[in-house]
Structure formats: structure tokens, C-alpha cells
């Protein structure tokens, strides 16, 4: 006789770059040793290789995770996690007037987007020239892993946002030229064009909560955590 089959129960959870709702199932023990595993390594691109890993298991349906945005998979993790483990967690802060640390609860399901109003993708480069930038996707992760140092990092992640170039006659899509091409397209660029090509990653939607608390002094202070280290590592 062979034992019994455990159900999952499916929860809705909205992609925030598409605002598609989908279902997913709660991550099980075999996902729990995926994040422990990349957690002794310590190593950042295993992490993220394990978060997309646990996030790939637990959607259901036909979704490529690798055209997710980082913060679609950022959202996507947390939300799992509050209904795979406790929507709780507690987060130490060090505060920078008593220099105590204070146990701040964050309710993982309060974690929403924040969208900045000053965001832009169309950057003018000039009156005839300028460049249409997409949000990174999960995909470019492993891309990353190859830099040498945190300037090609940088310039990695900056790359891999330009989707398309265009010009007074034409729409010029990225994908159709090579990585020399768009690199020499790159160091070519303006200072002021790249500091809004920068903007852009500054300004892209992001995680927030607000976590309120009182310091050894008696003075109320509000932080904010906008990404996944702030909230925990993993487990």
C-alpha cells in the first residue's frame, strides 16, 4: 500500500510588473533544503539562484520565470514565504542615536510595491537619438555572476536594462546585435544619458514597508526596508 498524497493549498498572488494573478502552492521541505543549502555558502548569486529556484517550483501554471523583473521574484519570495513559514518575522535594527539593536516585527503580508511617479524607460540622449530600458529580469542574474568587479557589475546590470535604440528613421531592438556592439554603444554614451540611465534603476518599483519603533531614549523612529536583505536571510 503506498501512503497517502498530501494536498497543498493554493493562495492568489498578483505579479506586480503585469498585474497578472496567479496561483501558487506554499514551499515544502525540499524547497526549505534549496534555501539552507545556498545560505551556507553565503555566496549572493547562490541565493538568488535558490530564490528563483523555490519561486519556479511553487508557481502553478505556465510561467517563464526568467521574464520576471528582481522585484517581481523579490515580491514573489515574500509572499510565498509568509504563507510557507509565518507571515511574522522579527528584523534587528541597529540604531544610529543609542547604538542599541531593536527586534522590529515585520507582517510580510503589509509588504507592497512602491512605485516612484518620477520613473521614466525613454531616456533623450538628443533631439533625434535616445534608448527605451526595460526593468532587469531574473535571467540576467547569471550573466552577472561573470563580472570581475562591482564597476562591471554596475555596468552589467546598466547593459541588460537597454532594450531598444532608436533614432529619427528607425527602432533599433537590442537583442538583434552583439554584446561588443551594444558595449562600445555604451562607452559611447553621454554622462548625462547614463546618469539617467541610472536614475531609471534609482526610481524602479520596489518593496516597502514602513517599521516603526521607540529607541532607549524615548524617540520614535520610522525606517524603511526596500529589498530582501532588509527583511531577512533566508529561512
Not at 11 to 24: A, L
Amino acid at each position: 500500500m503506498s501512503l497517502p498524497k498530501i494536498n497543498y493549498p493554493l493562495f492568489d498572488v498578483t505579479i506586480p510588473s503585469t498585474d497578472e494573478k496567479i496561483k501558487m502552492r506554499p514551499f515544502l521541505v525540499k524547497e526549505e533544503k534549496i534555501l539552507l543549502m545556498a545560505q551556507t555558502t553565503g555566496s549572493a548569486q547562490d541565493i538568488v539562484t535558490s530564490i528563483t529556484q523555490v519561486v519556479n517550483n511553487c508557481i502553478v501554471g505556465d510561467i517563464n520565470i526568467n521574464t520576471l523583473t528582481t522585484f517581481d521574484l523579490e515580491y514573489l519570495f515574500i509572499k510565498l514565504r509568509a504563507r510557507s513559514v509565518n507571515n511574522k518575522i522579527d528584523v534587528l535594527y541597529k540604531d544610529d542615536e543609542d547604538g542599541l539593536q531593536h527586534k522590529l516585527e515585520v507582517d510580510l503580508d503589509k509588504i507592497e510595491i512602491s512605485r516612484d511617479p518620477e520613473h521614466n524607460n525613454n531616456i533623450k540622449i538628443n533631439d533625434n537619438l535616445g534608448l527605451i530600458l526595460r526593468y532587469p529580469r531574473t535571467d540576467m542574474m547569471k550573466n552577472l555572476s561573470e563580472a570581475k568587479n562591482e564597476v562591471d557589475l554596475y555596468f552589467e546590470v546598466v547593459k541588460n536594462t537597454i532594450e531598444k535604440i532608436y533614432d529619427a528613421d528607425s527602432v533599433y531592438n537590442v537583442s538583434d546585435y552583439t554584446e561588443e556592439e551594444l558595449d562600445e554603444f555604451l562607452a559611447a554614451l553621454d554622462v548625462g544619458s547614463f546618469k539617467q540611465v541610472q536614475k531609471f534603476l534609482e526610481t524602479m518599483p520596489k518593496l516597502k514597508y514602513e517599521a516603526t519603533y521607540t529607541n532607549s531614549l524615548g524617540n520614535q523612529k520610522t525606517i524603511t526596508l526596500s529589498n530582501l536583505n532588509d527583511f531577512f536571510m533566508l529561512g
